[in-house]
């Protein structure tokens, strides 16, 4: 009996014949359960790659009338951003609904993007969660299947401390390039700087997508940390008046050239001024709605929700052609007129 517990690797010390069990030494390894790691270097991305990158688009997911992903219209999408000089996409964000994706449609999604598309523009592959174990076995598929970077937001609902959150960017920062998101009025909490200047100590951090304000936005950079104007409405300033590195936009997804003006051509408030009423409209309910609407609208998407979310009132709907006719059809996506959708028009799914 004794040689039997010996070859499970157990310790017994006899007392008076009794043996005295000891746990297996495998349970106390420091670090046993360490994150998948490759050393394989094809697609790995440099983390200055991601920090140079002036306009990425949070890339909507279309559907099919049966809640699928519409593969096709999405394709269509990434390539007209493409074509407009977008570079990168935020796959399954807020905006692309990652929120109402299992995690094997995410991946697939991230997987899908790289694989048509990781040649001709980055993709940053939205892995976040408010549980650091998903979090940590998304961003290994995620880098998995290939995509240049991570956009990483911090645990919500829940929240946790300050040091709860430097603990949970620690465990991701690890894998790849990483883009911290900060977006109080969405998770409740706001990512304070003292813990941003923490865990910028990591090399992976290519920066803070911000949606503070600009104030925010320049004590970042004064502090030599790449940001992203998350707030379209405020990312034309934000570039050229408190040196942001760009936008992770929304309003591109609908006019990626003139946002990729506001970006690249230097200070220009009368463009600014002009795209200014697209992105109030965008943002009066919550987003994706407007976004989802307006894809429909201009013929590009179908016209299917995924519910919670539903379409924007009529009024809202002409408002939007009235919108495009300001700005011109030709500046937003897309080759077929613009018109006002009727509410039975509209395909919403509650189940998929």
């Not at 001709?120 to 939205?126: D, E, L």
């Not at 003292?194 to 951090?205: D, G, P």
């Not at 200014?276 to 919550?286: A, D, H, K, S, T």
């Amino acid at each position: 009996m004794a040689s039997a517990i010996g070859s499970c690797s157990l310790k017994a010390n006899y007392q008076g014949g009794i043996p005295k069990w000891r746990s297996p030494r495998a349970a106390v390894i420091p670090n046993f359960h360490l994150p998948m790691r490759s050393y394989e270097v094809k697609n790995r991305t440099n983390v200055d790659d991601i920090k140079s990158l002036r306009l990425i688009t949070a890339i909507k997911t279309p559907y099919l009338p049966d809640g699928r992903f519409d593969l096709e219209a999405y394709d269509a999408l990434v390539n007209m951003q493409i074509e407009d000089g977008v570079e990168g996409v935020i796959v399954g964000g807020t905006t692309g609904e990652g929120q109402l994706m299992s995690w094997d449609e995410h991946i697939m999604l991230i997987g899908h993007t790289v694989n048509c598309f990781g040649g001709s523009i980055k993709v940053i592959g939205n892995t976040g969660s408010n549980s650091t174990r998903e979090a940590i076995h998304a961003t290994e598929q995620g880098f998995a299947v290939g995509m240049h970077a991570a956009l990483h937001i911090n645990p919500y609902y829940g929240k946790t401390s300050i040091e709860g959150l430097i603990s949970h960017f620690n465990n991701v920062l690890p894998m790849g390039p990483t883009i911290i998101y900060n977006v109080p009025s969405r998770t409740g909490q706001d990512i304070p700087p003292q813990a941003i200047y923490r865990v910028a100590q990591s090399t992976n951090l290519a920066g803070i997508k911000e949606c503070v304000g600009n104030e925010r936005v320049e004590e970042y950079t004064n502090n030599g940390i790449v940001v992203w104007s998350g707030n379209d409405d405020q990312a034309h300033d934000s570039r050229w008046d408190y040196r942001a590195t760009g936008v992770i936009s929304v309003t591109s997804n609908l006019v990626p050239g003139l946002m990729r003006k506001l970006m690249f051509g230097g200070k220009n408030e009368s463009l600014n001024s002009k795209v200014l009423p697209l992105i109030e409209w965008l943002f009066e309910e919550p987003n994706p709605i407007g976004l989802n609407t307006a894809l429909a609208q201009l013929g590009v998407v179908r016209p299917v929700f995924r519910l919670p979310y539903v379409p924007l009132p009529l009024a809202k709907r002409v408002e939007f052609v009235n919108i495009v006719k300001a700005l011109g059809r030709e500046n937003f996506i897309g080759d077929k007129d613009v018109r006002v959708l009727d509410d039975d028009e509209f395909v919403l799914i509650d189940r998929y």
